[in-house]
């Protein structure tokens, strides 16, 4: 091989590509808390109507979007936090720039979480508050 072949081992890789699981848990904890946690939050805000009302057609749907939005949290955290010695060989070239992507990364993994956590903590917590 030549000096001036392209090899793999210079493209910046994340340790697993995560945003497609953070994605999912965020849109499934969403949905999650639509049946209640967003009727409140809108009560909050002075945002009212009858429409309000219709999103307990959700609640249904509530526990299993929430084991989804774990299960894809997990997954997430799996390629996240998984060591280094699993993904021996990437980042190699430009460590900086895969500590960047890593961190921006681990800042949603947890914004998701958190996230995920209201929908499950709201009606255990809704107790306290009657």
């Known amino acids: 091989m030549s000096a001036l072949t392209p090899t ?4 910046p890789q994340v340790r697993g590509n995560s945003a497609a699981a953070l994605l999912l848990a965020g849109i ?6 639509t049946c209640c946690v967003v009727p409140l939050v809108l009560a909050v805000l002075g945002i009212s ?12 749907y509530s526990t299993p979007l929430m084991a989804l939005s774990f299960a894809a949290l997990a997954l997430a955290g799996w390629r996240l936090f998984r060591s280094p010695a699993a993904s021996a060989g990437a980042c ?18 947890w914004l998701v979480a958190l996230l995920a956590l209201i929908p499950a903590l709201v009606p255990m917590l809704a107790q306290l508050f009657y």
């Open 8 to 11: 793999k081992s210079w493209v």
């Open 28 to 33: 499934a904890a969403v949905l999650a808390s």
């Open 49 to 60: 109507g009858a429409w309000i009302s219709q999103l307990r057609w959700l609640a249904p």
């Open 92 to 109: 190699e070239a430009d460590a900086l720039a895969c500590r960047q992507i890593n961190s921006t990364a681990h800042r949603w993994f």
